[in-house]
């Protein structure tokens, strides 16, 4: 009953491989996000969908590839991977307003090697 | 674009001192202000929300908040510090009346608690 929930947990791939990442949330909420925490500890969001309708998309690589096939699922695809897209990929869902803040899922570790 | 800013990138307390985070914003209209908190490998869980009801919040864990517009903060406290607070804790920003509901987050503070 986990209220956003990520797959995988860990990934480790090789430099030039296509990965996904699936997010679910079952709380209702309208809106779903993906951030990217680096080594840093820095957050920084990359994508986000209100009702399957893409909201904002920061200045990402367009390796980076959102899908929401409904607003209850938001997945990450990255074709042709590099060392620099190590991180840490966390989803996220809110009520349309944000006044409530985000809820988080528990993140997927991506090692590129 | 809103932002915030965390003074002190790492905080070091004793067990049952005075925990104080600071966080500053930038804005001239109060935006909405959160505070997070990350445990080792784990996500992030809310601590506390301002939305603009009273000035003091009141979170999880002991945690409080007072959100001040003359000094465009919003610091969080814990009045006596246990080992368990250890973590990372971000104070994140939301525009009001944004058509994109983004947050974005200060660059966090690592707290370490020592016995």
């Known amino acids: 009953d986990t209220a956003v929930s990520q797959t995988p947990k860990y990934l480790v791939t090789q430099m030039g491989n296509d990965k996904s990442i699936k997010c679910e949330q079952n709380?209702?909420?309208?809106?779903m996000y993906w951030y990217k925490q680096d080594s840093k500890k820095f957050l920084k969001i990359m994508f986000s969908?209100?009702?399957?309708?893409?909201?904002i998309n920061e200045t990402v690589p367009n390796r980076f590839s959102p899908k929401s096939p409904d607003k209850a699922h938001l997945n990450l695809h990255i074709n042709s991977l590099e060392l620099g897209d190590s991180a840490v990929y966390f989803c996220?869902?809110?009520?349309?307003?944000?006044?409530?803040?985000?809820?988080f899922g528990s993140g997927t570790r991506l090692t590129v090697v | 674009a809103q932002s915030v800013t965390q003074l002190g990138s790492h905080v070091s307390v004793s067990e049952g001192a005075l925990v104080l985070l600071r966080c500053n914003y930038s804005?001239?209209?109060?935006?909405?202000l959160f505070w997070y908190v990350q445990y080792p490998n784990q996500g992030l869980q809310l601590l506390l929300k301002?939305?603009?009801?009273?000035?003091l919040v009141k979170g999880i864990n002991g945690f409080e908040a007072e959100f001040k517009k003359s000094e465009t903060s919003f610091h969080l406290t814990k009045p006596s510090a246990h080992m368990s607070d250890a973590a990372e804790y971000f104070c994140?920003?939301?525009?009001?009346?944004?058509?994109?509901?983004?947050?974005?987050f200060g660059a966090g503070t690592t707290v370490t608690v020592r016995a």
């Open positions: 996220a869902s809110s009520q349309r307003t944000g006044v409530y803040g985000y809820t």
């Open positions: 709380l209702g909420h309208d809106t």
């Open positions: 969908y209100n009702n399957k309708e893409l909201i």
């Open positions: 804005s001239s209209v109060p935006p909405y």
């Open positions: 301002y939305t603009s009801a009273a000035t």
């Open positions: 994140a920003v939301s525009d009001r009346g944004s058509n994109d509901y983004k947050l974005s």
